[in-house]
């Protein structure tokens, strides 16, 4: 549509953007309790993976304790603790627990990994879990040997405890969220383990910066968003933003080693929103077609689509594009929109204070408008079917925009705050913590919530399809 056709629109003459919240619980209640499609068979030995956005979809929909029973709950929480490692952490499912014939010669081919260990201990809070069958003291120990020199950390524990898997952020996220859930801010030894180094973690970080100031997964790499928001998110939990989030800028108290240049980070984030929405919406301005050979300009048509990417502006040319209206987010410069990254992005900026930057009611419709499909569930991108992954942080990111249908999230835990509520009020870790503030940096609860009644011990297994098979 040419930008005059636009002119005449405005967002209410679309209709409401809406969340269809029962098509969603109905979409999250088959993928907890029937088989999932043999596309995720694959997934299967990242089954933690599942289980976590799954049970954590619910709880953001607040349709975690109406739709499941008291017993299929503490069955889920048994099974999660099938999966804990007998040296710390937590195995991404059961298939490779030998058990009794566990030695020190096979034992490698079992290892905890440090993904499934946070979402473990998350789906845990999630289901009401007090955490008191985890391993606290052999978990933080497994945590530290997974720390390199470097400051980043490891995915596994490989042959002779060699650190094995990636150098990036996202690693050093799921081992700061681990931290903090069992052992909070407190410092000194906690269950009787040293502190991971976490000066040196912060200094990893802010060795990937790129130049453009976002985060890459190592120096001189490109950034990507989900690097960025896990590599502030790991800062946010080791407590090396800025002292006052509120100060980032010139002359503003750093505080100890964190990232280099929080301003460019903010800006690499609210770069990241376009209205490139699909493959077809991408002006190709670079195209020599776009000329014949005698050097003649483009037909007069095709420069007003492209005006309508602002890229040919009229002189005084209206701002009111049609396009404007949608604007999701991309994962690095020269892509297309993308439903997770909705999240990463805006949780990056959540935790910097500084999601205002951006077109939250943009990014609203393109999630409900564009990405949600009408079975419930978010695609990738529009027209895509839905996936379990994109559709956890569809609805993450509209928990982050504060849509009235979703929970409240802890945008750096990527969890309900009444999990994170129920996490404070274990008395073992009201005693590590000692009352003090162990939240991650610059987060604050919205309004008070109740904490929803939890789940009573001893009920007997059930059926369920993310976390069965063994």
């Known amino acids: 549509m040419s930008p005059s056709g636009v002119q005449a629109l405005g967002p209410g003459a679309l209709g409401e953007s809406k969340l269809n919240k029962q098509k969603h619980i109905n979409y999250w209640k088959r993928c907890l309790k029937t088989y999932l499609p043999t596309a995720y068979t694959s997934t299967d030995s990242n089954r933690m993976l599942l289980a976590f956005f799954v049970v954590s979809a619910l709880d953001l929909l607040g349709a975690l304790l109406e739709h499941t029973k008291p017993e299929e709950r503490e069955g889920y929480i048994d099974w999660i603790y099938r999966c804990q490692h007998p040296e710390g952490g937590f195995r991404g499912f059961p298939g490779t627990d030998f058990g009794d014939e566990r030695n020190a010669e096979n034992k490698m081919w079992d290892p905890a990994n440090v ?4 979402m473990a201990l998350s789906a845990l809070l999630i289901l009401g879990d007090d955490l008191s069958r985890v391993k606290r003291r052999e978990c933080l120990q497994w945590l530290r040997k997974l720390q390199r020199d470097t400051g980043s950390f490891g995915e596994t524990l490989g042959e002779n405890d060699n650190i094995e898997g990636g150098t990036d952020s996202r ?8 931290r903090w859930i069992l052992r909070g801010a407190a410092k000194g030894e906690v269950e009787g383990v040293p502190d991971i180094d976490v000066d040196k973690l912060a ?6 910066q790129t130049y453009d100031g976002g985060i890459s997964e190592s120096p001189y790499h490109e950034a990507h968003g989900g690097f960025t928001y896990c590599a502030i998110n790991i800062l946010a939990f080791i407590r090396r933003l800025p002292p006052h989030i509120t100060d980032i800028g010139p002359g503003a108290d750093r505080g100890p080693p964190g990232l280099g240049d929080l301003d460019s980070a903010v800006r690499w984030l609210v770069s990241r929103q376009t209205e ?24 007069k048509e095709e420069v007003r689509d492209l005006r309508g990417f602002g890229i040919f502006p009229e002189d005084n040319q209206a701002l009111t594009r ?21 999240f990463w992005e805006l949780g990056a900026l959540c935790a910097l204070h500084r999601q205002h930057l951006t077109d939250t009611e943009a990014c609203r419709r393109y999630l409900l408008d564009k990405t949600q499909h009408m079975v419930g569930g978010f695609g990738k991108v529009p027209g895509d079917p839905p996936d379990i992954y994109h559709s956890y942080l569809g609805l993450a990111a ?4 504060k849509d009235p249908s979703m929970k409240p999230i802890v945008p750096s835990a990527c969890f309900s705050q009444d999990a994170a509520r129920f996490l404070e009020s274990l008395p073992w870790r009201k005693e590590i913590t000692a009352g003090g503030d162990s939240l991650p940096q610059g987060f604050q609860y919205d309004l008070p919530s109740k904490i929803d009644e939890r789940p009573k011990e001893g009920a007997s297994d059930s059926n369920y399809m993310a976390m069965s098979g063994g």
Do not use: M, Q
């Not at 993904?115 to 946070?118: G, L, Q, S």
């Not at 200094?203 to 990937?208: L, T």
């Not at 002006?283 to 300009?297: N, Q, T």
């Not at 509209?398 to 925009?401: I, V």
């Open 115 to 118: 993904p499934a260990t946070y």
């Open 203 to 208: 200094e990893c970080v802010s060795s990937a």
């Open 398 to 401: 509209l928990a982050l925009l």
């Open 322 to 342: 049609l396009e404007l209206l949608w604007a999701g987010f991309n994962g690095r410069p020269n892509k297309i929109a993308d439903t997770c990254y909705c």
């Open 171 to 178: 690693f050093g996220y799921c081992a700061a969220v681990v």
């Open 276 to 299: 490139i929405l699909t493959e077809e919406d991408e002006p190709d301005i670079d195209d020599e077609d776009a000329r014949d050979e005698a050097g003649s300009e483009p037909p």
